[in-house]
Nanobody, 125 residues
């Protein structure tokens, strides 16, 4: 089964930088895309950034120009670099990683998505 190790959260001061990572392992899974979400306690999960297989990216207006999503197909990993962090960016961040998973009984690849476990980002003013 595909496993995701999400890391990179922490407590920082406003204006600082954090880079979140999601590294996939297990199975024959080729990462090519990601949706990054964040969630504040008591609120709905919010889509923050999207990176498509053709490397098109989209961002929540509030984070445009500050956040950048990327991938490393060699490491089977995706990243979210967050610059000029603001207290309003404090949340638990989740990656939803997309890619092609080889399904042995079918002897072919299928599209597959897997979630990270979440990582807490706390930004103080």
């Amino acid at each position: 089964q595909v496993q995701v190790l999400e890391s990179g959260g922490g407590s920082v001061q406003a204006g600082e930088i954090l880079t979140l990572s999601c590294v996939c392992s297990g199975g024959r899974f080729k990462v090519d895309s990601v949706n990054w979400y964040r969630q504040v306690s008591g609120k709905e999960r919010e889509l923050v950034a999207t990176l498509t297989p053709d490397l098109t990216s989209q961002y929540l207006d509030f984070v445009k120009g500050r956040f950048s999503a990327s991938r490393d197909t060699y490491r089977n990993a995706v990243y979210l670099q967050m610059r000029d962090l603001k207290p309003e960016d404090s949340a638990v961040y989740y990656c939803q990683v997309g890619g092609d998973l080889f399904v042995v009984p079918e002897n072919r690849y299928r599209r597959h998505q897997v979630w990270g476990q979440g990582t807490l980002v706390t930004v103080s003013s």
